[in-house]
C-alpha cells in the first residue's frame, strides 16, 4: 500500500473516533432530566410576579341601623315638655261683664311658639288692697288642665261683689298665673275703673276654654 493511501485511511479513522466522542450521551437520547435553561419557561408556571387572583370575598350584611343608646330616644308623649304658663308665656285683658255685680271676663293668650298648661285660678290682686280674689270652683288637675297652643286663649271670671259697704273701689287689677312653682313672675295689669271690690263676697272662677263657661260658674 502506497504511502498515500495509508495516509488516507489513518485520517479516516480518527475522524471517526472523533464523531463517537461528540456524541449526545445516554441520558440525553433517552429524553432525561437536563436543567432547563434560565430564559426557558417551565410548563404551567405562572408569570413572574403576577399571582392569581383570588376570589372575591361576599360583603357581610349590612348592621342593622342602631336603636340609639337608652335615654336617647324622643318620648312618644307629645306633652312630655309642655310646661305651665307664667306671665312670660301670656297676654292679659279684663273686660266688663256685668256692672252690677262688678263681674269682669279674663282672658290669656298663649303669646309664644309652644304650648303651655294653664293650671288652677287665676291670681288677682286688686289695686293697692291687700290680699288676692278668693277662689271660686274647683280647677281641674294638672293632666286635664288646658293645654294652651300658641295664639290660643283661655278664660275666667271675676267678680268683685255687690256693694255692701265693706269694700273699696279699685281702678286697676294685677294677675299673675298659678304655676306650681316658685318661678318669679311680673304682674300683668288690667284697668277696671270703678270696681268695687267686697271684702267678702270677690271670688274668681278657675281658667276654662270658653268665655261663657267662665261667666256663668
Known amino acids: 500500500m502506497s ?55 361576599t360583603p357581610t350584611a349590612k348592621p342593622a341601623k342602631s336603636a340609639g343608646s337608652p335615654g336617647s330616644k324622643a318620648p312618644t308623649d307629645p306633652d312630655y ?25 279674663l282672658k290669656i293668650t298663649n303669646k309664644g311658639t309652644k304650648a303651655c298648661r294653664v293650671l288652677g285660678h287665676p291670681v288677682v290682686t286688686f289695686g293697692a288692697l291687700d290680699g288676692q280674689a278668693t277662689e271660686r270652683g274647683t280647677a281641674p288637675g294638672i293632666e286635664d288642665a288646658i293645654r ?13 261683689g255687690a256693694a255692701d259697704g265693706t269694700g273699696k273701689t279699685v281702678d286697676s287689677i294685677a294677675m299673675t298665673m298659678n304655676t306650681e312653682s316658685d318661678l318669679v313672675q311680673t304682674p300683668l295689669k288690667a284697668p277696671t275703673p270703678g270696681l268695687y271690690v267686697s271684702a267678702t263676697k270677690n271670688s274668681v272662677t278657675p281658667w276654662v276654654d270658653n268665655a261663657e263657661d267662665a261667666l256663668s260658674l
Open 3 to 57: 504511502t498515500v493511501r495509508r495516509t488516507a485511511v489513518a485520517l479516516a479513522a480518527l475522524s471517526a473516533l472523533a464523531l463517537t466522542a461528540c456524541g449526545p450521551t445516554g441520558d440525553d437520547t433517552a429524553g432525561g432530566t437536563g436543567t432547563p435553561s434560565a430564559g426557558t419557561p417551565t410548563a404551567g408556571a405562572s408569570p413572574s410576579g403576577s399571582a392569581a387572583p383570588s376570589t372575591a370575598a
Open 81 to 105: 315638655d309642655v310646661f305651665p304658663c307664667s306671665t312670660h308665656d301670656v297676654t292679659f285683658t279684663a273686660s266688663l261683664a256685668e256692672p252690677t255685680t262688678g263681674s269682669y271676663l
Open 148 to 160: 294652651l297652643a300658641p295664639g290660643k286663649s283661655a278664660y275666667a271670671g271675676l267678680m268683685g
